[in-house]
């Protein structure tokens, strides 16, 4: 599992005259021609997010002859890193967990790795730095250590109400993991490779939920706020952790949060053995793999390929034309890994229905990020400082509001090589609540922009001295860097900068992953199962599955032990 904390950010390409990008062997390879090979496959790939690499690779894995077009110089879109003096710097997710879990169980990308042949060495931590307006603590996860923190923080009630929680959430986890997401196709094939396969499991964790629990499985596609009201869960402190939670896994509270998710997150953090993992060498350690598996089995990358259009002909998608004018054929099908209103822009407007592109341009948006990126000098910095750190400033504003939450990673406490000796890497930023209008027809290299870069990058600085304490200075920097959603909307192609769809369960769903366009797919955030490191991973897995056979797919599952 890799919740949105931290987020999936842009590729950021800040003024700096001392950057350096590093990337992996295989990116660099992958970039020495424009299109390797001929400039057409069976399957164009259009961005190289993590749904993009998961889908490239499985075709792949297939023996479909696939390309992968990525417009900017280092693969892993939003799950990028890059580097700046020899600070090694993740540019999205940090918090991860799942990948060390094998079987039908295990997060949908470790599934796809396995697939894939590839693994990614982690380290092993249990809690993560607390501040609330309550006071501050390290909150473990498991079973059992949150009670410490509710005796302390919570009312008298809290406790019970916690167990019950906890009671109710468990037993329906197994329901929620019983399907692997490597099972699922876009078309009636899967009563073959999930329905048939999995049945009896499902049956099983049914049986042992009871009738209560059964009970609650059915509510898995609604609203997580329902749940917690059925059950009486009153303390405030317990809800607002609970929003707090939802809000960094989806980018919205728990009464629009799918009750699976959350499900799925409690099965993960608060059962017994349950442990956080880090990458070693960072969150572009998974993409490096994902490159590799994807050429591994005679798959193609291209950097440097921006797409510009998706060709139409005869109401059927056929390929891409690339800045500069290159055709690049697709044989079976195209699949777009950008957002749904980027994937837009990109069609002839007389191909698109108009209900489609209609429900697209009304469908509501996530805010967009302030990040702040920095390399400092670890003198005087405490030797047990932990990894990860979220500040909430005011309980009564929400989570969601501009500059309440501020979410902070220091990775090279766990993988010292992201640093020079003596140092540490810092990614600060606010979670999807930045509005966009602020920033919107700013010059960027105009005064006005550089003020308020300033002024709305404030809270992250007050968070990061909250954080890393007093022997923390500012002149330690040796790398300050402040990203805006122009920069989103810049370098990852993000209309408006937007982190993705902010879908209500209940109140509305994900697109699937077909269009009305016969050979066009999409994957990636705006697709079901929805944001995250784990649904976009999903969704790249749900759509390769989809443009092969039903035997080919159970022999992939055959063959990875699912």
């Not at 999807?432 to 027809?441: C, K, M, P, R, V």
């Amino acid at each position: 599992m890799a919740l949105r904390f931290l987020p999936f950010s842009p590729l950021f390409n800040f003024s700096s005259s001392n950057r350096k990008r590093t990337v992996s062997t295989s990116a660099t390879l992958a970039s020495k021609q424009p299109v390797p090979g001929k400039p057409e496959a069976d399957i164009v790939v259009i961005g190289s997010g993590i749904g993009g690499l998961c889908c490239a690779g499985l075709l792949a894995r297939y023996g479909q002859d696939v390309l992968v077009l990525e417009s900017h110089d280092v693969a892993g879109g939003a799950a990028h890193s890059f580097d700046i003096k020899g600070y090694k710097f993740d540019s999205g997710p940090s918090l991860f967990s799942g990948f060390q879990s094998r079987g039908p169980q295990a997060n949908p990308l470790a599934q796809v790795l396995d697939a894939l042949g590839e693994s990614i060495p982690c380290v092993n931590y249990d809690s993560w730095m607390v501040y609330v307006p309550e006071g501050e603590f390290l909150s473990r996860i498991g079973p059992t250590e949150f009670f410490k923190d509710l005796e302390k923080y919570a009312g008298p009630d809290s406790a019970r109400e916690w167990r019950k929680l906890l009671d109710a959430i468990l037993p329906i986890s197994a329901a929620a993991m019983a399907l692997p997401p490597l099972s699922i196709r876009g078309d009636l094939g899967i009563l073959s490779t999930a329905a048939a396969r999995y049945a009896p499991s499902l049956l099983k964790s049914f049986a042992q939920m009871g009738p209560q629990g059964a009970l609650g499985a059915t509510k898995l596609l609604r609203p997580f706020s329902e749940i917690i009201d059925s059950l009486g869960i009153k303390d405030p402190f317990i809800r607002n952790w609970l929003d707090l939670l939802a809000f960094l896994l989806a980018g919205v509270k728990t009464n629009g949060i799918l009750s699976a998710e959350m499900v799925y997150m409690f099965s993960e953090w608060y059962k017994p053995g349950c442990s956080l993992e880090y990458p070693l060498h960072g969150s572009g350690a998974i993409v490096d793999a994902l490159v590799r598996g994807l050429q591994k089995f005679g798959g193609r990358i291209s950097l440097k390929s921006h797409v510009e259009n998706i060709v139409v002909e005869k109401g059927r998608a056929v390929g891409v034309k690339l800045r500069g004018g290159q055709f690049v054929r697709a044989r079976k099908a195209v699949v777009s890994n950008a957002s749904m209103w980027d994937t837009l822009s990109l069609l002839p407007p007389e191909a698109v229905p108009k209900s489609y592109q209609g429900g697209i341009e009304t469908t509501q948006q996530c805010e967009s990020f302030m990040h702040l990126h920095l390399g400092f000098d670890a003198e005087g910095i405490s030797d047990d400082l932990g990894i990860h750190h979220i500040v909430v400033n005011d309980w009564d504003r929400g989570v969601d509001a501009d500059q309440n939450v501020v979410l902070i990673s220091v990775p090279s406490v766990l993988s010292p090589d992201l640093a020079p000796p003596g140092k540490h890497v810092l990614h600060a930023y606010t979670p999807g609540t930045e509005s966009f209008e602020i920033w919107e027809g700013l010059d960027r290299r105009s005064n006005e922009y550089k003020n308020l870069k300033a002024e709305r990058s404030e809270v992250m600085w007050k968070a990061v001295e909250k954080a890393l304490g007093p022997g923390f200075n500012h002149e330690k920097c040796e790398v300050k860097l402040v990203g805006t959603p122009l920069t989103h909307q810049r370098f990852l192609r993000r209309n408006r900068g937007t982190y993705g769809p902010a879908i209500l369960a209940g109140k509305g769903t994900f697109p699937g992953h077909s269009t009305p366009i016969p050979q066009l797919m999409c994957c990636g955030d705006s697709t079901f199962p929805g944001i995250g490191v784990p649904a976009v991973a999903a969704s790249g897995a749900i759509v390769a599955n989809s443009l092969v056979s039903v035997s080919e797919h159970s022999r992939l599952l055959d063959a990875i032990g699912i």
